[in-house]
Nanobody, 122 residues
Framework: VQLQAFGGGLVQAGWSLRLSCAAS?????????MGWYRQAPGKQRELVAS???????NYADSAEDRFTISRDNAKNTVYLQLNVLKPDDTAVYYC????????????????WGQGTKLTVSS
């Protein structure tokens, strides 16, 4: 299962932005949890937010008040709405998804997107 992320760029502090990540595959698949992670320069990759198939969400403390994760199961797409952006939000944002694929959903997967870079200027 391949993931492709969109939506990064260069914005000013205080602006909003929405990231999107779409999953695709040549095989039948079903996604369990989808999430967004980020990696700032010189730092480890960290979870920003995740959402289950049923819509339960989990946020990092740094994201809970400003970011909203959502997903469209019909489109196999996850979104991350980023509001009131700060320079500290500058990072490469990666999407992640896990689930099952194959004719009988007998195989599991855990896939990463290629990352989309967000730069927030002060």
């Amino acid at each position: 299962v391949q993931l492709q992320a969109f939506g990064g760029g260069l914005v000013q502090a205080g602006w909003s932005l929405r990231l999107s990540c779409a999953a695709s595959s040549g095989s039948t698949f079903v996604i369990g949890t989808m999430g967004w992670y980020r990696q700032a320069p010189g730092k480890q990759r960290e979870l920003v937010a995740s959402v289950t198939y049923g819509g339960s969400t989990n946020y990092a403390d740094s994201a809970e008040d400003r970011f909203t994760i959502s997903r469209d199961n019909a489109k196999n797409t996850v979104y991350l709405q980023l509001n009131v952006l700060k320079p500290d939000d500058t990072a490469v944002y990666y999407c992640n998804a896990d689930g099952r694929f194959g004719r009988f959903y007998q195989q599991t997967f855990n896939s990463w997107g290629q990352g989309t870079k967000l730069t927030v200027s002060s």
